[in-house]
């Protein structure tokens, strides 16, 4: 199951990176501003935020993808990473069922129910089943 939460998270990352970088991309293109604030700040700040949002889903991919080749929970930090995505996630789920619909809060509650699940799941059901584990022969 950390397999699949690591590669959900890279592809997560590879998501929120380009929609940010569109995000400035296109305020840049149209000098938007909100509420008044400098089109060029707000650009800045997508473009730091694409940076932000993108190290932190990577590094919390690389923690699921350890803890899928290790066979073991995540440590300390790995768990405090891991525990602050799934809170995050559980936020823009409610945030995003008012505002965006249905699909997007669905995809986030799958994400934030891989986080859970690798956050307390025992040690050995981390990498999935096991090829050399055979069932007892005696009678």
Known sequence: ?????GFVLLLETFGIVLMCL????VVDNQSMSLAGTDPDAVVTG???LAVVAGLFLCACAAVALRCALRCHAPGRTGRVLLI???VVHGVLAAVSLALVGLAAFLGLLV???LLVLILVSP????AGPRADVSPSTTP
């Open 1 to 5: 199951m950390a397999w699949i939460t």
């Open 22 to 25: 569109t995000l400035g991309a």
């Open 46 to 48: 997508s473009y730091v």
């Open 84 to 86: 602050v995505a799934a």
């Open 111 to 113: 994400v934030l129910a």
């Open 123 to 126: 040690d050995a059901t981390l």
